[in-house]
Nanobody
Framework: VQLVESGGGLVQPGGSLRLSCAASGFTFSSSTMAWYRQAPGKQREFLVG???????NYADSVKGRSTISRDNAKNTVYVQMNNLKPEDTAVYYC?????????WGQGTQVAVSS
């Protein structure tokens, strides 16, 4: 299993980012995928998931500010994050949900600051 996240960066409050995750080593098209994040000093938390058929589930912390999507032809899952807040600062990861693989990617750092 390989998960490679990208698209993070430093943004000002209110800004937007689109994160990408390229997956390989498992049957992506039949897997429910999700984005997670881990802020400094906190546990990794679930943010949003997407089923093989496109059904979605959002955590309250990002509901209304984010949109998850997937491209099964590219084995890639995306999340569009809008109206970013300083409390969104974290390392963002993708993985299967609800049973994530033990092999996490390196994540992509998102920093929200003025």
């Amino acid at each position: 299993v390989q998960l490679v996240e990208s698209g993070g960066g430093l943004v000002q409050p209110g800004g937007s980012l689109r994160l990408s995750c390229a997956a390989s080593g498992f049957t992506f098209s039949s897997s429910t995928m999700a984005w997670y994040r881990q802020a400094p000093g906190k546990q990794r938390e679930f943010l949003v998931g997407i089923t093989p058929g496109g059904g979605t589930n959002y955590a309250d912390s990002v509901k209304g500010r984010s949109t998850i999507s997937r491209d099964n032809a590219k084995n890639t899952v995306y999340v569009q994050m809008n109206n970013l807040k300083p409390e969104d600062t974290a390392v963002y990861y993708c993985n299967r949900w609800p049973r994530p693989y033990s092999d996490w990617g390196q994540g992509t750092q998102v920093a929200v600051s003025s």
